[in-house]
């Protein structure tokens, strides 16, 4: 039987459509997954609407999140029934991927979902929120304590900020949310922010070296915003850097890093080891409930994925879109 999935193909010209796939086409893996869950992220929505070369091999199924049930596997790590989450690795770069209601993928990808999440909850999450729960542990790792002052999080609408923002209020942070769109500050604040900043603070070039006032950061945006807040990070505080919504240059000084012992941790969350995830995971689910997630999500369909990345592209999202495959 055919399944559907969302392919993206570029002969004689990009196209974009939910198709009906052969699963015979399916590539290599130990784990076959019938997925009900996917999400759509930034770099989701740059591979569909084809403005920047996220593909790398073609034809491709879109989507680098997938979440749902083990059909059958060959490994002994895996038995049909467990709820898994496949994030990253690859999937609608170089490898199908999860916006789709098959897939097939190595033994090492998938992580067993921790009570109480499902695979919705693990949509809602996504690699957004899997992300985060890497950039707050890096923080916590580093030693940074609710007394040490606000921790600032840029970008905070988006699926990674807004995750980032719940789980640190939920450590007893001080949540600093940067945002460009100043009509969702009651959003940020029911998160848990406790003061909502204007991203134009952020978007022009700064000092090298400006008042110390952030124990550390979570930042989405890279650039002159990562710049700016690397800047304004107390002595012996650390940053956070997972995203580039804003530029992948970095137009910094070292001075933050060598007057004021700032560290910068940058944040590989698609090709992170089992371990990691699993422990990113557990944080996740310690700290945000179902209940929490449904104020972030908004549920689509298979077909309405690309309307809904074109909204993404022009930064009209606040939360994060699940896509239900199986509608």
Request: neutral net charge; hydrophobic residues 45%.
């Amino acid at each position: 039987m055919t399944f559907k999935a969302l392919l993206l193909e570029n002969q004689p010209s990009f196209s974009v459509r939910v198709a009906d796939i052969d699963p015979a086409q399916l590539p290599e893996g130990e784990v076959l997954i019938r997925v009900s869950h996917s999400t759509l992220n930034f770099k989701d929505a740059l591979a569909i609407g084809n403005t920047s070369p996220i593909v790398r091999a073609w034809p491709m199924v879109a989507g680098i999140d997938a979440a749902g049930v083990v059909e059958r596997s060959d490994s002994p790590d895996f038995r049909p029934g467990d709820a898994v989450v496949v994030n990253g690795w690859g999937q609608g770069e170089t490898r199908w991927g999860g916006l789709a209601q098959v897939v097939r993928v190595p033994a090492d990808w998938p992580v067993k979902l921790p009570a109480p999440y499902g695979p919705f909850e693990a949509a809602a999450v996504g690699t957004a929120g899997y992300t985060a729960a890497m950039c707050v542990q890096a923080l916590e790792k580093h030693g940074l304590k609710q007394e040490d002052g606000p921790i600032l999080v840029t970008g905070a609408t988006g699926g990674v900020g807004s995750i980032a923002v719940l789980l640190l209020a939920r450590a007893g942070f001080q949540v600093l949310a940067v945002t460009g769109k100043a009509q969702d500050a009651d959003y940020l604040k029911g998160l848990g922010a406790a003061e909502v900043l204007p991203r134009a603070d952020f978007s022009a070039p700064g000092k090298p070296l400006q008042k110390e006032r952030l124990a550390g950061v979570v930042d989405t945006l890279g650039s002159h915003a990562l710049a700016n807040a690397c800047a304004q990070v107390k002595r012996g505080g650390a940053v956070a850097a997972c995203g580039l919504a804003m530029g992948m240059d970095f137009p910094a000084s070292v001075a933050p890093f060598i007057l004021r012992g700032v560290t910068l941790y940058g944040i590989d969350s698609v090709y992170a080891g089992r371990v990691r995830r699993e422990a990113a995971w557990a944080l996740l689910a310690a700290r945000i409930t179902p209940a929490d997630l449904a104020g972030i999500v908004k549920v689509i369909g298979l077909s309405e994925a690309v309307e809904a990345s074109a909204r993404i592209l022009a930064g009209k999202v606040t939360g994060r879109y699940i896509v239900d495959v199986t509608r």
